[in-house]
C-alpha cells in the first residue's frame, strides 16, 4: 500500500529555511509526481508545486517562486521541500501528496502524508 | 492563479441530498476534466474523494458524485450521515500544469 512519511514539526526562525522530507513506500518512486500543498491554522489548502522524481523536473506556484525548492533522493524513495526566507506567515502544515497519474500529472494529489507542521516565530 | 470559488458553507439533515458548487475559468475547471474533491476532517490529511470530475476513488462510498458544466464543478453528498460533516475542498488542473484549489466549504450535518 502506498505510504508517505513526512519529517517531524519544525520551529524556525523568521528568515530562516525548513527542509521537510517525505520518505515514500509502497510504489515505484519514479513513476509518479510528487505535490506539495499547504494549510495554515484554519485556512484552505494551498499548492505550491510538483516534482517529477523521475527526471527531477519541477513546476512552482507563482507564489513561492525564489523560495522553495523540491528535491529528491531516487535511492531512499525520497521528496523533499526546503522553503526559504520564512515570515510568520508561512506557518503550517506542510503537506506531500503522490499523484494519482503514472507518469505525468492531471493536477490530482491522491495519497497524502500525515502532514508536517511548521511554525514560524521569533 | 486565484483560488476556485466555493460556498463558505452548506448543512444538511441526515439522509438528505447536499450539493457544493465549485466556480472556476476556462483556464482551469472550464479547459480540463481534471476536477477533485477532498474530504478534510479536523486534524486529519485531505482525502480524495472524487477525481475527473466524476470519478470516485476505490473505496469511496457512491453517495458521493461530481459533475461540471462550463466553469462550474459541483460535488453532491446523497443519504447524508453524521460522518459526512467535514471540510471539502474542490481542486483543478490548470493551463500552467499547476493545480488550484477551492476556499473549502464546511458541511454541517445537523
Known amino acids: 500500500q502506498v505510504q508517505l512519511v513526512q519529517s517531524g514539526a519544525e520551529v524556525k526562525k523568521p528568515g530562516a529555511s525548513v527542509k521537510v522530507s517525505c520518505k515514500a513506500s509502497?510504489?515505484?518512486?519514479?513513476?509518479?509526481?510528487m505535490h506539495w500543498v499547504r494549510q495554515a491554522p484554519g485556512q484552505g489548502l494551498e499548492w505550491m508545486g510538483w516534482i517529477n522524481p523521475n527526471s527531477g523536473g519541477t513546476n512552482y506556484a507563482q507564489k513561492f517562486q525564489g523560495r522553495v525548492t523540491m528535491t529528491r533522493d531516487t535511492s531512499i524513495s525520497t521528496a523533499y521541500m526546503e522553503l526559504s526566507r520564512l515570515r510568520s506567515d508561512d506557518t503550517a502544515v506542510y503537506y506531500c501528496?503522490?499523484?494519482?497519474?503514472?507518469?505525468?500529472?492531471?493536477?490530482?494529489?491522491?495519497?497524502w502524508g500525515q502532514g508536517t507542521l511548521v511554525t514560524v516565530s521569533s | 492563479q486565484s483560488a476556485l470559488t466555493q460556498p463558505a458553507s452548506v448543512s444538511g439533515s441526515p439522509g438528505q441530498s447536499i450539493t457544493i458548487s465549485c466556480t472556476g475559468t476556462?483556464?482551469?475547471?472550464?479547459?480540463?476534466?481534471?476536477v477533485s474533491w477532498y474530504q478534510q476532517h479536523p486534524g486529519k490529511a485531505p482525502k480524495l474523494m472524487i477525481y475527473?470530475?466524476?470519478n470516485r476513488p476505490s473505496g469511496v462510498s457512491n453517495r458521493f458524485s461530481g459533475s461540471k458544466s462550463g466553469n462550474t464543478a459541483s460535488l453532491t453528498i446523497s443519504g447524508l450521515q453524521a460522518e459526512d460533516e467535514a471540510d471539502y475542498y474542490c481542486?483543478?488542473?490548470?493551463?500552467?500544469?499547476?493545480?488550484?484549489f477551492g476556499g473549502g466549504t464546511k458541511l454541517t450535518v445537523l
Open positions: 476556462s483556464s482551469d475547471v472550464g479547459g480540463y476534466n481534471y
Open positions: 501528496a503522490r499523484e494519482g497519474t503514472v507518469g505525468a500529472t492531471r493536477g490530482v494529489p491522491k495519497y
Open positions: 481542486s483543478s488542473y490548470t493551463s500552467s500544469s499547476h493545480v488550484v
Open positions: 509502497g510504489y515505484t518512486f519514479t513513476g509518479y509526481y
Open positions: 475527473d470530475v466524476s
